[in-house]
């Protein structure tokens, strides 16, 4: 244990000397937070609708209010209206507005004689997102205008009510779980795999062989130092990145524990696959070609950036036996949902079954001699 401890400490010293080492592990994870997760999955606001009124009727009037309304409150999108229809259309190809409402001739006289009136919306569908934000919100004010103006004393239609169990989640929040088993990986593969292979080819490995330390005690070592500093970056993200998004669930006891927990078993799985993958690599430019690939072969299918529901049946097999799947889900339930130990626990079982068969296949590996 002595002898392991000096190479873990020789390690940590080495890491606190390079102050920016520790801090690039810890930049990039919290600018992807910010960025991402302000940058996606935020409600669509002030876009640009035009509004062809041919019909100038008393039924149109009403959807003229209605945008109105939508203007004043949700703010989804604001009317621009036009004489021509030829005039809407071609800004909405230029792009100077992103869709258009048209009230055609005799809209109100078919709405009284319920003859099927009709609305026509021009959309940019190049953009699906902005596409399908209109098409929802005008078919809601449809539904509204389709609503008799007296309602029924008896309900006689179904009503689904939905109930949320969580209060509403923003994308930063979401995008916080993803962001910390980031931190570990970056930690890991900087502060570990990259600092093995660069002391490899400076041949400090070399003067292990002059010591007493075995082989089992020079890789748990290596091991050991390389979690330390990945345990270290992942809690310092979990505290930063909570207060940056607003999550105050990290300030519950049982909760910290947990999420102790699952920083210390994921920094240990990722470590450890690390140490895996580099523990017969010898060129230093190995570790540095394949962070891009790694990164994103383990971190987007992980689903902690869009559900794993909607990934295709062989995204879904690498998300099955990916590491970062298990973390993301054990920190997005004692981040976001606050649930127990228990609702975790086939994440922990696989995190540490996972860095035990990687460390007990690295280690025979690792090659002693030069």
Same mark, same amino acid.
């Given at each position: 244990?002595?002898?392991?401890?000096?190479?873990?400490?020789?390690?940590?010293?080495?890491?606190?000397?390079?102050?920016?080492?520790?801090?690039?592990?810890?930049?990039?994870?919290?600018?992807?937070?910010?960025?991402?997760?302000?940058?996606?999955?935020?409600?669509?606001?002030?876009?640009?609708?035009?509004?062809?009124?041919?019909?100038?009727?008393?039924?149109?009037?009403?959807?003229?209010?209605?945008?109105?309304?939508?203007?004043?409150?949700?703010?989804?999108?604001?009317?621009? $209206?036009?004489?021509?229809?030829?005039?809407?259309?071609?800004?909405?190809?230029?792009?100077?507005?992103?869709?258009?409402?048209?009230?055609?001739?005799?809209?109100?006289?078919?709405?009284?004689?319920?003859?099927?009136?009709?609305?026509?919306?021009?959309?940019?569908?190049?953009?699906?997102?902005?596409?399908?934000?209109?098409?929802?919100?005008?078919?809601?004010?449809?539904?509204?205008?389709?609503?008799?103006?007296?309602?029924?004393?008896?309900?006689?239609?179904?009503?689904?009510?939905?109930?949320?169990?969580?209060?509403?989640?923003? $994308?930063?929040?979401?995008?916080?779980?993803?962001?910390?088993?980031?931190?570990?990986?970056?930690?890991?593969?900087?502060?570990?795999?990259?600092? $093995?292979?660069?002391?490899?080819?400076?041949?400090?490995?070399?003067?292990?062989?002059?010591?007493?330390?075995?082989?089992?005690?020079?890789?748990?070592?290596?091991?050991?130092?390389?979690?330390?500093?990945?345990?270290?970056?992942?809690?310092?993200?979990?505290?930063?990145?909570?207060?940056?998004?607003?999550?105050?669930?990290?300030?519950?006891?049982?909760?910290?524990?947990?999420?102790?927990?699952?920083?210390?078993?994921?920094?240990?799985?990722?470590?450890?696959?690390?140490?895996?993958?580099?523990?017969?690599?010898?060129?230093?430019?190995?570790?540095?070609?394949?962070?891009?690939?790694?990164?994103?072969?383990?971190?987007?299918?992980?689903?902690?950036?869009?559900?794993?529901?909607?990934?295709?049946?062989?995204?879904?097999?690498?998300?099955?036996?990916?590491?970062?799947?298990?973390?993301?889900?054990?920190?997005?339930?004692?981040?976001?949902?606050?649930?127990?130990?228990?609702?975790?626990?086939?994440?922990?079982?696989?995190?540490?079954?996972?860095?035990?068969?990687?460390?007990?296949?690295?280690?025979?590996?690792?090659?002693?001699?030069?």
């Amino acid at each position: 244990m002595n002898r392991m401890m000096a190479i873990v400490e020789r390690e940590m010293r080495k890491f606190f000397r390079s102050p920016a080492l520790m801090l690039v592990s810890m930049i990039f994870p919290l600018v992807q937070l910010i960025v991402l997760g302000n940058a996606f999955g935020g409600k669509l606001r002030d876009l640009k609708l035009g509004l062809v009124d041919e019909d100038r009727g008393t039924q149109a009037l009403r959807i003229r209010e209605a945008f109105d309304s939508v203007r004043a409150n949700m703010r989804t999108f604001e009317p621009i $209206y036009y004489d021509d229809e030829k005039k809407a259309m071609e800004d909405v190809r230029n792009g100077k507005i992103q869709g258009a409402l048209i009230i055609p001739p005799q809209y109100s006289r078919r709405v009284y004689e319920q003859d099927q009136p009709k609305l026509g919306l021009l959309v940019d569908n190049s953009d699906n997102f902005i596409s399908s934000a209109l098409e929802d919100s005008l078919t809601q004010i449809t539904a509204a205008l389709n609503n008799p103006t007296v309602e029924p004393r008896m309900l006689q239609q179904t009503v689904l009510q939905t109930v949320e169990l969580y209060p509403y989640i923003e $994308y930063m929040k979401f995008l916080l779980p993803g962001s910390i088993t980031l931190a570990i990986f970056m930690s890991v593969m900087i502060g570990g795999g990259m600092l $093995y292979i660069d002391d490899k080819a400076r041949g400090v490995h070399e003067g292990y062989l002059v010591t007493p330390i075995t082989k089992t005690e020079l890789v748990l070592g290596l091991n050991a130092s390389s979690a330390i500093k990945a345990v270290m970056t992942g809690t310092v993200i979990t505290f930063i990145g909570s207060l940056l998004a607003g999550v105050g669930t990290l300030f519950h006891f049982s909760t910290a524990i947990g999420l102790l927990v699952m920083i210390m078993l994921t920094a240990l799985a990722l470590n450890t696959m690390m140490f895996l993958i580099v523990v017969r690599v010898e060129d230093p430019l190995v570790p540095r070609a394949i962070f891009g690939i790694l990164n994103t072969l383990l971190f987007f299918p992980s689903g902690a950036v869009y559900p794993i529901q909607a990934f295709p049946w062989w995204l879904r097999g690498i998300a099955s036996v990916d590491p970062f799947t298990f973390a993301v889900h054990g920190f997005k339930s004692l981040l976001l949902k606050e649930a127990g130990l228990s609702a975790i626990l086939p994440d922990m079982l696989y995190l540490s079954l996972f860095a035990a068969i990687a460390l007990s296949i690295a280690t025979p590996l690792f090659k002693r001699t030069l």
